[in-house]
């Protein structure tokens, strides 16, 4: 999701609301929203320069504080002039924009990355046209954007994490933002958008990842990541999969996830790390790491491990539904053993499991209790 997705977009949108550019947009309601036509087309322009503003300016306690005047557009066709003008310019910025940037968002870890803006912008864009095609009585078919180019399925992967895909991407998007009905899933009433969780360590930032990036890993691909040579490890592919196959399943939550080591030095990914999903009934969650073989030895698992407990203990005292971290090693992986002991684990298990993993018999079981 980039630059790219966001100009093919705001294409799409202008080309259908140009068709209709000589109605009355103010003196028509937008579809559900209680802004008219007219309004609503200006805060698609209000959005992308809002977006391309924080990229651009990168703040991280609140979005830029501007706001933009079109008292001077004098009709639709202008507003559709500005439309076009804050989509370039947002395209251009996240075209421009390091992977590694973050800047202000309130949705729901107060912090996107260029993929999350562009998305958003997408967002924006297609649902908004949708609205004022809605308001204006013109057959729903005329704001569907074209399946071909993905758009909608790329916003799901990365906005809805957490929302089964279905069959049908852009009435799966509609429904998820709360413009339309889907069999057997009930109506919503209030939704956000769901950007990725980073967490900030020393030497590393956890990224967590989408399920857009966990099926590229597990095909074999990147993940949009740059790799330390030897990366991605058969171990990520197999979590990224497990993140995947959770997305399709509905089941997947975005803080319960798989994360990505990613390098600050260099920008470079030297591993992953994650859970196997969300707190089961007595609030236990269990983790699994694994580094490219290259960047062991530096105690960047450790780190890793330390920054994500952390985390956890915020979450603990926060809502309480994480009360215990569980993990499982193998007896002869002593490195493994000293990360886990090292962040606060205590061995709880000589014998895990049956012994199917080895003549050794099982594994060593850790635990980190967070609250009673």
Excluded at 283 to 288: L, P, T
Aim: charge should be negative; charged fraction near 25%; include cysteine.
């Amino acid at each position: 999701m980039g630059g790219e997705q966001v100009r093919e977009a705001v294409e799409h949108g202008l080309a259908v609301l140009g068709a209709v550019a000589d109605r009355d947009w103010e003196g028509t309601r937008a579809g559900r929203l209680d802004w008219n036509c007219r309004e609503t087309a200006e805060h698609i322009a209000s959005d992308l320069i809002a977006y391309a503003a924080q990229l651009a300016g990168r703040p991280t306690a609140r979005y830029v504080p501007f706001e933009i005047d079109m008292a001077e557009c004098e009709n639709n066709a202008d507003v559709l002039e500005v439309i076009r003008t804050t989509g370039a310019l947002l395209t251009a910025t996240v075209h421009t924009t390091p992977r590694s940037v973050r800047a202000f968002h309130p949705y729901p870890f107060r912090a996107a990355d260029r993929e999350g803006f562009a998305a958003m912008g997408v967002a924006e864009v297609l649902l908004h046209t949708h609205d004022i095609v809605e308001g204006l009585g013109l057959p729903a078919s005329a704001a569907v954007p074209p399946a071909g180019l993905g758009l909608c399925e790329s916003v799901l992967a990365r906005l809805f994490p957490h929302v089964r895909p279905g069959d049908d991407p852009w009435a799966t998007l509609l429904w998820a933002t709360g413009r339309g009905d889907l069999p057997g899933r009930a109506p919503v009433t209030e939704w956000k958008w769901s950007n990725p969780l980073h967490i900030d360590a020393e030497r590393l930032v956890l990224q967590g990842i989408h399920p857009a990036a966990a099926a590229d890993l597990a095909e074999g691909g990147t993940g949009g990541f740059d790799w330390v040579v030897g990366g991605p490890v058969d171990g990520t592919r197999i979590g990224a999969g497990l993140v995947f196959q959770a997305y399709e399943a509905g089941v997947h939550r975005p803080e319960w996830g798989m994360f990505v080591l990613v390098r600050k030095e260099d920008g470079l990914a030297v591993g992953a790390l994650g859970y196997h999903g969300a707190p089961d009934e007595e609030g236990r969650v269990e983790i699994g790491y694994d580094l490219v073989e290259g960047a062991r030895g530096r105690g960047y698992m450790t780190e890793a491990v330390g920054a994500l407990t952390g985390w956890a203990r915020g979450r603990s005292r926060e809502r309480g539904d994480v009360r215990s971290l569980f993990a499982v090693v193998e007896k002869l992986n002593t490195p493994s053993q000293s990360v886990l002991s090292r962040a606060g684990f205590e061995k709880v298990s000589d014998d895990w499991g049956d012994g199917e993993h080895g003549e050794h018999g099982g594994q060593f079981a850790y635990e980190l209790r967070l609250r009673a």
